[in-house]
């Protein structure tokens, strides 16, 4: 079992930035990949980022890409994304999400989930 717990969340204007964590605890944090996903009212859960566990190879949702950044401090079992240039579109519940063998853009192949922060971006 893998637990994962986020912050970070809140209300900012647009322009401005935000960053996540996701602490995980469980089990060796650098075996699992990683990835960021985003769910607004409404809508289906989105992709926002993945990192791997080994490689750090990164991998961003064409929304975000240049706006947002996923890091990952295995030592500290933590992967944070680091959000700039917020747009009221970017406001949603965020997720981070781990697997041990899976890093892409299909929610359902990943086996652990946190409960989620809320962004809010106001225009």
């Known amino acids: 079992q893998v637990q994962l717990v986020e912050s970070g969340g809140g209300l900012v204007q647009a322009g401005g930035s935000l960053r996540l964590s996701c602490a995980a605890s469980?089990?060796?944090?650098?075996?699992?990949?990683m990835g960021w996903f985003r769910q607004a009212p409404g809508k289906g859960r989105e992709f926002v980022s993945a990192?791997?566990?080994?490689?750090?190879?990164?991998y961003y949702a064409d929304s975000v890409k240049g706006r947002f950044t996923i890091s990952r401090d295995n030592a500290k079992n933590t992967v944070w994304l680091q959000m700039n240039s917020l747009r009221p579109e970017d406001t949603a519940v965020y997720s981070c999400?781990?697997?041990?063998?899976?890093?892409?853009?299909?929610?359902?192949?990943?086996?652990?989930w946190g409960q989620g922060t809320q962004v809010t971006v106001s225009s």
């Open positions: 999400a781990a697997d041990r063998y899976y890093s892409g853009d299909d929610a359902w192949r990943y086996a652990y």
């Open positions: 990192i791997r566990g080994s490689t750090d190879n990164t």
């Open positions: 469980g089990r060796t944090f650098s075996n699992y990949h």
